[in-house]
């Protein structure tokens, strides 16, 4: 009877081999898809660590305006005890540094296989990179923005090439890979994988960092300031300040065009048609010139690349009369003190005797050399070949040949009048980017700069000054102007 229940509570060999062919079945089946769930939930895991790493990068590049590497660069330059241009660490330090990972979490994944930093060779600025106040450059040729891909495999180990620069064939291969073809993989150059179901094991992160560079224009304007004058009866010899320019030894001006109008001028007791002055511009003890003789209309002074009238060009010396043309040469004057403009009715009024010429009742003149005294015609006719002598008491006459000549006193003769004046100006302006040293900005020669998110940038009355008279924090493509003033200026 014992024997009997034995039999029945022990399993027969044959029993035992059929579960275990059942099992082995049912395995085979079930566990191809228990490991592809596993790889698939591996992959999409890496995918969201890659997102994260990549994130990492784009937030310290952002912060400390640097393109990391794989290698370590010393930073450059001092401002003080600082350096204006930081060290760059290796991609991985960067990201451990920004997401707060290990930095075995970011040079591996979590299947333990090597991840990959590669950028591409043609993209510029090169990696790696520190923002300084040279900017980014423009892009030439097939240049582009820096382009950067982080891969990895959750499956077979990639064996290579090295993190590092990758030339532009074979990163524009893997920036295009489908996400599963072998040979796209081995036409870039990656190593380790060799078949289809390898490949889709591979995931890969593309950053483009084009849209973190942003255009900054920055233009150097000249400035002009008007002025005007008016004379109310004013004697000869009158002088009267038009327009006052700053200037200073730190901040000096570039003056390149004096423009003036001389209109609505008449002269009194006795009459004469035109009314000659003389325009000054100086700058302390400096003088620029004098217009000596400019009658009523338009005229003066001009830079050295030509005349304010009809063309022409400039003779030697400051002040010079321009040949073949009305107006004066100023030859790019710098104004290191404060720029004044001046107009003065000059000595004479009225034009100098002339030898041989025929005169009519009421024509007034005035002797050479200029003796305080002007003459008007009481009797009309022609002068002698040399001038009479002239008397110097007031209501005395002199014969001349066939005219007869009256003396005026010139504290008689007075006039009226207005002028207008514009005086152009500009100055050598500067910036910098993130305190690094400062650049010049010429005048009309627009400066064209791209810098990194977040950088910062300060602008300067002059491209010798020490404190910026503006700063910015660049976030978007921008464009600045400036302006010599009064007062200087920075503008958006």
């Known amino acids: 009877m014992f024997n009997g229940l034995r039999r029945r509570a022990a399993f027969t060999l044959i029993e035992i081999i059929g579960v275990l062919a059942v099992l ?18 591996s992959g999409d895991a890496e995918e969201n660590n890659l997102k994260t790493i990549a994130a990492g990068l784009e937030n310290y590049i952002t912060q400390y305006r640097v393109i990391p590497g794989t290698m370590v660069v010393a930073a450059s330059g001092t401002i003080g005890t600082y350096p204006y241009l930081p060290a760059v660490p290796d991609w991985s330090t960067a990201i451990a540094s920004a997401t707060g990972l290990a930095l075995a979490k970011v040079t591996t994944n979590e299947r333990g296989n090597t991840r990959y930093y590669y950028w591409d060779a043609n993209g510029f600025p090169t990696i790696p990179f520190s923002q ?4 980014a450059g423009a892009l030439t040729g097939t240049q582009t923005r820096p382009r950067i891909i982080i ?60 849209h973190m560079f942003n255009t900054i224009s920055l233009s150097n304007r000249k400035s002009t300031s008007p002025g005007r004058t008016s004379f109310v009866a004013a004697a000869s010899g009158t002088v009267q300040p038009v327009i006052t320019v700053s200037g200073s030894a730190t901040a000096p001006l570039t003056v390149s065009t004096l423009r003036y109008n001389v209109y ?3 002269t009194n007791s006795p009459d004469t048609s035109g009314t000659p002055i003389s325009v000054a511009i ?14 009523a209309g338009s005229g003066g002074f001009v830079d050295s690349g030509g005349c304010l009238k009809n063309g022409g060009s400039c003779a030697t010396g400051v002040g010079a009369t321009c040949t073949g043309a009305t107006g004066w040469c100023m030859s790019g004057l710098t104004a ?22 025929v005169y009519f009742t009421g024509q007034v003149v005035s002797s050479s050399p200029y003796n305080g005294f002007y003459y008007i015609a009481s009797v009309g006719g022609t002068s002698a070949a040399t001038a009479p002598a002239w008397p110097v008491a007031a209501g005395s006459t002199v ?62 009355e002059r491209d010798t000054s020490t404190t910026p008279i503006s700063v910015y924090f660049v976030n978007a493509s921008d464009s600045f102007w400036f302006s010599p003033g009064p007062p200087a200026m920075w503008g958006r």
């Open 399 to 460: 014969v001349d040949n066939t005219v007869t000549w009256m003396t005026v006193s010139a504290t008689s003769a007075s006039a009226s009048g207005t002028v207008d004046v514009e005086v152009d100006y500009s100055a050598t302006t500067g910036y910098s980017l993130d305190d690094d040293g400062l650049k010049a900005i010429n005048v009309d020669v627009p400066a064209t700069i791209y810098a990194l998110e977040k950088t910062k940038l300060n602008l300067y």
């Open 336 to 357: 290191s003190a404060p720029l004044n403009v001046t107009m003065t009715l000059t000595h004479p009024l009225y034009a100098i005797w002339v030898a041989n010429t």
């Open 132 to 135: 300084g106040s040279d900017g």
């Open 264 to 266: 609505a001028f008449q």
């Open 151 to 210: 891969v990895s495999s959750v499956g077979a180990n990639i064996t290579g090439p090295a993190s590092g620069s990758m030339v532009n064939t074979n990163f524009q291969a893997l920036w295009d890979w489908d996400g599963y073809t072998v040979t796209s993989l081995t036409t870039a150059g990656i190593t380790g994988i060799s078949t289809s179901e390898q490949a889709k094991d591979v995931r890969m992160q593309r950053i483009n960092l084009d």
């Open 282 to 295: 100086s700058s302390g003890a400096a003088s620029f010139g004098t217009v000596a003789t400019a009658n």
């Open 24 to 41: 082995s079945i049912l395995a085979a089946m079930i566990l191809p898809n228990v490991i592809q769930e596993i790889n698939r939930a």
